[in-house]
């Protein structure tokens, strides 16, 4: 290697780390400071929250293998005609509207890294559920505990993703019914940022809960809440035993679910963006105000994710406008219910973190952050419609994630912002490369990739003309590399892996 090779890499790797050390000195989550984008008139929200209540009031929402949730809602007034459920018109509004919070602290065991979700607070988290891995030097293959370790590392690693999130990938090397066992235990051991609960059966998100007694001690879980679960609609039109059980575990410990009605428009939906918003707040009010039947005052957020689909094949399309559409009606009629908002983030139908994986994510990322979301899940990693987590589309994404700390900051109107003393004292035709203004802002006027190469052709190629790709994959290496693990208290490791071992213990392996 050259003399200017190696001297132009340490100035790249300098550059890297002055951006890193910026970042990590940020809030653990971004303040926004921007409005969002609104697609509905008060006139239009009246109608889709009128006939999302007729849907409720009408057609009603089917409960599946939970009599305990159908006894809970008939005792609040709602008919139960066997499964199905009918509610007033009305009643899911003012169960909510009477003691959903508008905004709730997600502890982390770091206190540095507690987490406020609702307005006008924005949050990160990696992407979730995936059952396969692909980085460019292995390919495509089945995901393993030591994928999820290694995806729990890079999110320490990386500090544009403030929450640690769920599951990073489904290790399926591990029976299915004690999985969750080594998941939650990587989220507690690897990083110390907040993360996300178990809930593919409510046992699973009580077993979540547990652990977090022993992380954080019982009366802190009691009056705090440390853990968050993903409750996913059965749409259209049906809650199971399994999401709305997890719901129920959740807000009786006074944690927080993430009620997220999951449609496909033209498959779960009508294919119209606003028949698809109006099933969405229907879906989501019935289980919202489940929580607060079960514990009002229990944390909730309002979950949507949305996306299109192919006529041809039946597959989910992303970065069409349609669900760009469906986010910013659902972020305006969250905010009008008064609690926090959820949806997705760098989406992506691609298969390889290529130019298609770029584009669609960046046209579905930038709407969330524009409809004035709380809460972005799949912000890092997420590839071929969510069945794959990209090793190196994470560092990309997380890349991109790192800057919208300054688009949602706004206009900085403050004396250095305004900058009147230079535009007054440099006249017509003189730049301003050389002013004192310039130079006291020149490391941070404008934010700086950690990936992107901006560099000449010529010193691109004497680097070894290196595509995103590539750099990617020696960067996840590198944070892998140099992790180190946060501290855990040696006590509370003991018990909680004594604990773990008890409990998988007590009952056979299982494939459901």
Not at 52 to 66: K, Q, R, S, W, Y
Not at 88 to 95: A, K, S
Not at 388 to 409: C, I, P
Request: overall charge negative; proline content about 6%; some cysteine.
């Amino acid at each position: 290697m050259s003399a200017r090779r190696r001297r132009r890499g340490g100035g790249r790797q300098a550059r890297q780390a002055i951006r890193t050390a910026r970042v990590i000195e940020q809030q653990p989550f971004l303040t926004r400071a921007v409005g969002r984008t609104e697609v509905l008139s008060e006139e239009g929200m009246e109608l889709i929250e009128h006939n999302a209540d007729t849907l409720l009031e009408e057609v009603g929402i089917e409960i599946m293998n939970f009599p305990e949730a159908l006894a809970i809602y008939a005792g609040a007034g709602a008919d139960v005609d066997g499964t199905r459920v009918r509610f007033p018109r009305g009643m899911c509004r003012e169960i909510i509207t009477r003691s959903a919070p508008a905004s709730f602290v997600q502890h982390a065991r770091n206190p540095a890294r507690s987490v406020t979700i609702g307005d006008p607070h924005i949050v990160f988290a990696p992407a979730y559920g995936s059952p396969f891995v692909r980085d460019a030097d292995a390919g495509r293959r089945y995901a393993t505990i030591e994928d999820f370790r290694n995806f729990a590392k890079l999110v320490h690693m990386s500090p544009a993703l403030h929450h640690g999130g769920g599951t990073l990938c489904e290790p399926v090397d591990l029976p299915v019914n004690k999985r969750h066992f080594d998941m939650v235990y990587s989220h507690v051991a690897y990083h110390d940022k907040p993360f996300m609960s178990s809930v593919t059966k409510p046992e699973r998100a009580q077993d979540s809960v547990d652990i977090c007694k022993i992380v954080f001690g019982e009366d802190f879980v009691r009056d705090n809440t440390v853990l968050m679960g993903l409750c996913n609609a059965n749409s259209p039109l049906t809650w199971d035993y399994a999401m709305l059980g997890s719901a129920k575990v959740l807000a009786e410990n006074n944690q927080c679910a993430l009620i997220t009605p999951f449609i496909i428009a033209g498959a779960m939906s009508p294919v119209t963006v606003a028949a698809a918003v109006t099933q969405t707040l229907a879906e989501a009010l019935a289980a919202i105000s489940f929580t607060q039947l079960v514990r009002p005052g229990a944390p909730v957020i309002f979950g949507s994710f949305a996306a299109s689909m192919s006529m041809q094949s039946g597959a989910p399309t992303f970065g069409t406008p349609e669900p760009a559409l469906v986010l910013y009606a659902v972020g305006q009629l969250a905010s009008r219910l008064g609690v926090p908002f959820r949806s997705g983030g760098n989406l992506t139908a691609s298969k390889i973190p290529d130019a298609q994986a770029a584009y669609e994510s960046a046209t579905t990322f930038l709407p969330a952050l524009a409809a004035g979301v709380n809460f972005v899940l799949h912000t890092a990693g997420w590839l071929e419609g969510g069945l794959t987590m990209g090793y190196e589309k994470f560092v990309l994404d997380a890349d991109q994630a790192s800057m919208m700390a300054r688009l949602v900051g706004g206009v900085d109107l403050s004396e250095n912002g305004q900058a009147m003393e230079p535009l007054l004292t440099n006249g017509p035709g003189q730049h301003h490369l050389g002013t004192a203004h310039t130079m006291a802002n020149f490391e941070d006027a404008f934010w700086v990739s950690g990936q992107s190469d901006v560099d000449s052709f010529e010193q691109w190629e004497l680097n070894g003309s290196l595509d995103s790709v590539s750099r990617a994959n020696a960067e996840w290496k590198r944070l892998l590399a140099e992790y180190e693990q946060p501290p855990l208290d040696e006590a509370v490791h003991e018990e909680l892996t004594e604990w773990i071992a008890a409990r998988k213990a007590s009952f056979p392996d299982s494939d459901v």
